[in-house]
């Protein structure tokens, strides 16, 4: 079992509805999403201290141990620094999530989107400016009945999720508000490097709100952040 990832230029045209890649006729569900890109860069010294609480629950999250992220999300929200409705608060870990209660606001679709059905699939396809050494690609988004999934690709020395933080390696942190105020935390589902780069997906959750037009999704590390903001109007044709 092997896979990876084909680049060609120039670019296939907007209208083009299929490609034929070694023999193989490729059909193109979608045209690619309308986003766009910013940059922020924080001073090391003065890294906001919320910042600083959302990437350590945000290690907790992925631990086997939920008591330890409930105990410290109440600690931050009591102290001030994490405000109750935060990301980094409202998006728990698996563990503490409840199953068969659906979107936690909004009214739920008629059908749970299926993110094999292509009509629930956003292709993205954005790549960010460097940003702490860091080169990231925003491939696709996937609804799901009680989540989102996106799957990216990048370049530069990054910490590997499941290992810990790390001391001298960045640690990316996922999370995305959406136009109707919604907030959505991330939480990396798969991660893999070889020589060339690495890539991954990360869930999200709650189930995104049936009615948002537009998603800002940021990718933070203890000095930047970028953020893609994507037009979800096409998602819903």
Same mark, same amino acid.
């Given at each position: 079992?092997?896979?990876?990832?084909?680049?060609?230029?120039?670019?296939?045209?907007?209208?083009?509805?299929?490609?034929?890649?070694?023999?193989?006729?490729?059909?193109?569900?979608?045209?690619?999403?309308?986003?766009?890109?910013?940059?922020?860069?924080?001073?090391?010294?003065?890294?906001?201290?919320?910042?600083?609480?959302?990437?350590?629950?945000?290690?907790?999250?992925?631990?086997?141990?939920?008591?330890?992220?409930?105990?410290?999300?109440?600690?931050?929200?009591?102290?001030?620094?994490?405000?109750?409705?935060?990301?980094?608060?409202?998006?728990?870990?698996?563990?503490?999530?409840?199953?068969?209660?659906?979107?936690?606001?909004?009214?739920?679709?008629?059908?749970?989107?299926?993110?094999?059905?292509?009509?629930?699939?956003?292709?993205?396809?954005?790549?960010?400016?460097?940003?702490?050494?860091?080169?990231?690609?925003?491939? +696709?988004? @996937? $609804?799901?009945?009680?989540?989102? !999934? =996106? &799957?990216? *690709?990048?370049?530069?020395?990054?910490?590997?999720?499941?290992?810990?933080?790390?001391?001298?390696?960045?640690?990316?942190?996922?999370?995305?508000?959406?136009?109707?105020?919604?907030?959505?935390?991330?939480?990396?589902?798969?991660?893999?490097?070889?020589?060339?780069?690495?890539?991954?997906?990360?869930?999200?959750?709650?189930?995104?709100?049936?009615?948002?037009?537009?998603?800002?999704?940021?990718?933070?590390? +203890?000095? @930047? $952040?970028?953020?893609?903001?994507? !037009? =979800? &109007?096409? *998602?819903?044709?």
């Amino acid at each position: 079992y092997w896979h990876g990832y084909y680049e060609a230029s120039p670019g296939p045209a907007l209208t083009a509805a299929w490609l034929e890649i070694a023999g193989e006729r490729v059909e193109l569900i979608a045209s690619p999403a309308i986003a766009t890109v910013a940059v922020e860069h924080f001073d090391a010294a003065d890294e906001p201290i919320e910042h600083r609480a959302a990437r350590y629950l945000d290690h907790l999250r992925h631990g086997e141990n939920p008591t330890a992220w409930a105990i410290a999300a109440d600690a931050f929200v009591r102290c001030g620094v994490l405000a109750a409705d935060s990301v980094a608060v409202t998006a728990p870990p698996p563990h503490l999530r409840p199953t068969g209660s659906g979107p936690s606001r909004g009214t739920p679709p008629a059908a749970h989107p299926s993110p094999d059905d292509p009509t629930n699939r956003l292709i993205v396809g954005v790549s960010t400016p460097v940003f702490d050494g860091i080169g990231l690609s925003i491939l +696709e988004l @996937a $609804r799901q009945a009680d989540g989102f !999934e =996106l &799957d990216f *690709a990048g370049a530069g020395v990054v910490a590997r999720p499941h290992d810990g933080p790390a001391i001298d390696e960045p640690t990316l942190v996922f999370t995305a508000v959406d136009d109707r105020g919604g907030c959505y935390g991330g939480r990396m589902a798969e991660f893999a490097a070889d020589g060339f780069g690495w890539h991954g997906r990360v869930s999200f959750a709650p189930a995104l709100a049936p009615d948002a037009g537009r998603l800002a999704i940021a990718v933070g590390t +203890e000095n @930047a $952040r970028a953020i893609v903001t994507v !037009e =979800l &109007d096409r *998602a819903e044709e």
